[in-house]
Nanobody
Framework: QVELVESGGGLVQPGGSLRLSCAASGFTLDYYVIGWFRQAPGKGREGVSCISSGDGSTYYADSVKGGFTLSRNNAQNTVYLQMNSLKPEDTAVYYC??????????????????WGQGTQVTVSS
């Protein structure tokens, strides 16, 4: 059974940092494209970053480039999203998702097959 579990969300002041984790079970994370998405209140879900299977190349939405860093720990079967210099507009529920083995990287919601339950990130003073 494929399962993704996010953790690490919380309340942080503007300019602060958080590290989100996405722990996978039921499959080997290294073989899948893993993406992070977010959904702010009243808005659609948008792609933030993803890491490709195999070589682990990373991709970022323009809105987070330079501030977010995605990494993968194969031994722990976990992907991490380090978020620095957070802004109030980064407030959202953050989701990780997996795209079936052999597919190319993508930041499109419809391209992903498995989803976690989400973790809330609130950036506020």
């Amino acid at each position: 059974q494929v399962e993704l579990v996010e953790s690490g969300g919380g309340l942080v002041q503007p300019g602060g940092s958080l590290r989100l984790s996405c722990a996978a079970s039921g499959f080997t994370l290294d073989y899948y494209v893993i993406g992070w998405f977010r959904q702010a209140p009243g808005k659609g879900r948008e792609g933030v970053s993803c890491i490709s299977s195999g070589d682990g190349s990373t991709y970022y939405a323009d809105s987070v480039k330079g501030g977010f860093t995605l990494s993968r720990n194969n031994a722990q079967n976990t992907v991490y999203l380090q978020m620095n210099s957070l802004k109030p507009e980064d407030t959202a529920v953050y989701y990780c998702a997996a795209r079936h083995y052999g597919r190319a990287w993508s930041l499109l919601v419809d391209d992903y097959d498995y989803w976690g339950q989400g973790t809330q990130v609130t950036v506020s003073s």
